[in-house]
Structure formats: structure tokens, C-alpha cells
């Protein structure tokens, strides 16, 4: 049965076929630093506004360049310390404004996937040709940059069309950020090819929780640890897949970064046998090895069961 949606299907927890990561791993576990641009005088979107206030909206704007003056950098040293790569949601237009950014990371190992051109222009009232040049260009940019194939797709400002997961697959991407449906990957109803979603929590992600729920930083830690903590439990009776979702303009103040490398520290003190630290490309490209074919075959058997 499909959702309503119609993106994926309904698929219980119970009586999934197992997945069992690298290393007979329980989660797997991965970090996305959401690296950004915002502009100051975007193009207007007819559906949406990117500033609060009239323009200009020096506070806000200067805020979410902290991010990239300082709060990435800080950040970046926790990783290390920790021995944890990043995978970058990453905002296209970073290439031309902050090269050093994606320099620094790149050297490092970490993966990058798109988070749009900038993440202050959305998809939002987009036609097709439009999305799809968007998406190319993330393509050809993350090349030219980083020298890696892009694999993994965040909308920008989370905005979407009825056509974007088409689009991803045709264009060969991998993985979907934006369903937020399931601790486990899962196929994707698409036009033609293939695509997974991607478990990528907004519970954890640090906007949500210093904005939304208005948490200190150690109560931020207690909430990563407690996620992995379940996750790592049900992850002994089929593997799941648990992500922090960062932006270096929240996380990477001086008062809040204590809380995200306590949390690291936890994380990592497990051994291989039960968290797999990875990140999102690998995880991606181990799933569709060993079970997308499974897990799309059980899918499609209980949708039968369902429809007869």
C-alpha cells in the first residue's frame, strides 16, 4: 500500500529481511554538516520568503555567516578528533564564495552531496527543465570541486516539486535526504531507475532542537546519546541507520560545541561489532549491493497481499 504521497509504500518494521552492516555492525552511523550560502537579496520566490524582516536583514544574514567564518571550522575539529568524516549537504554556490571550505573537507575524506545552489533559493514554483538544470549543475560543480561523483540529494530549504525524486533517479543520484519516514534506507517509487531514502533525522538536527525545542546544549548531547542508544537496540534485530544533521551557525558556537563532541565521544567509544561510522554514499552504495533487491521484493509482496 502506498502512502498518500505516493513515494514509498507502507512497510511495517516487523518482518523486514535483516540487515546486518560491515563488520556484523547494528547502525550505522553517519554526520551531515549542512554547509551553506545565504543570500542577502535573493531572487523572490512567489511561495516563499527567505527573511523575516525587510531587506536589509543584516541580523539574520551575518548570523548563518558565522557558520562558515567560524562555527565550521570548530566543528571540523571535533570530527577529526573523533576520527568522523562528514557528509556535506552542501550548497553549490559555497564553490565560488568559499572554496577553503570545501577544500578543508575534501582533504579529509568526506563526502559531499546537494543541497541546491543556495539555500536561499527553493524549488518551490520550479517547472521541470528548471529542477533538472539545479540538480546538473550540483552534479557538474561537486566534480569540478572535489573530484567525486555525486550521490545524494537534500532540497534546498527542504522545498520540493511533484517531480524532484523522478528527476534524482534519472540523473543517477543515489539517495534522498528529504523523507524523513523510517530508520532504515528504503526503495523510492520512481518514474524510472532507482532510489533510496536516506534516514536523516529531524529530531536530532540541531536547528530543530536549539530552535524548536529550545534545548541546552547537554540536554542536545543526552538526546544524540538516547537516539543511538535505541537505534544501536533494534539495530541487534535488523541494522539501522541513525544521522546527526548539523549547521555549523547553530552547533559550532563555543557554548554549544561541548555538547556535539560528548555525544561523539560516546558514539565512537563503541566498537566496530556494533556502530558502523560511515557515511551517507557508503551507506547508500552497501544497501543497494546486498539488499535493495530484497527489500523491494518484500515491499512489493506485501503490496500484493495488501491489493488482494
Known sequence: MKSDLGLYDYWPYEGRPKITWPNGAKIAFWVAPNIEFYEIDPPINPLRTPWPR???????????????????????????????????????????HHPEIIEATNARG???????IYNTRY?????????RAVMQD????????????????????????ERTMDLLAELGFLYTCDLFQDDQPQPVNVRTGRLISMPYSLEINDIIVYNSYLATPRRYAQ??????????????????????????????????????????????????????????????????????????????????????
Not at 568526506?110 to 541546491?116: A, Q
Not at 524549488?123 to 529542477?131: G, T
Open 138 to 161: 550540483s552534479i557538474d560543480t561537486v566534480k569540478e570541486a572535489t573530484g567525486q561523483k555525486l550521490a545524494g540529494y537534500l532540497a534546498p530549504a527542504l522545498t520540493h516539486t
Open 110 to 116: 568526506w563526502e559531499f552531496f546537494s543541497h541546491g
Open 223 to 308: 538526546m544524540i546519546k538516547d537516539q543511538f542508544d535505541q537505534l544501536l537496540a533494534e539495530g541487534k534485530e535488523s541494522g539501522t541507520v541513525m544521522c546527526i544533521p548539523l549547521h555549523a551557525f547553530a552547533v559550532g558556537h563555543p557554548h554549544r560545541i561541548g555538547g556535539f563532541d560528548e555525544a561523539l565521544a560516546y558514539i565512537t567509544s563503541h566498537g566496530p561489532e556494533d556502530v558502523w561510522v560511515t557515511t551517507a554514499r557508503e551507506i547508500a552504495e552497501y544497501y543497494y549491493e546486498h539488499y535493495y533487491d530484497t527489500c523491494l521484493a518484500d515491499i512489493n509482496k506485501r503490496s500484493a497481499g495488501v491489493a488482494s
Open 123 to 131: 524549488s518551490y514554483a520550479m517547472n521541470e527543465a528548471q529542477e
Open 54 to 96: 525587510p531587506h536589509p536583514d543584516v541580523a539574520l544574514v551575518s548570523n548563518r555567516d558565522y557558520g562558515n567564518r567560524a562555527g565550521h571550522w570548530r566543528m571540523m575539529e571535533v570530527m577529526d578528533k573523533h576520527n568522523v568524516r562528514g557528509s556535506v549537504s552542501l550548497s553549490m554556490g559555497m564553490a565560488k
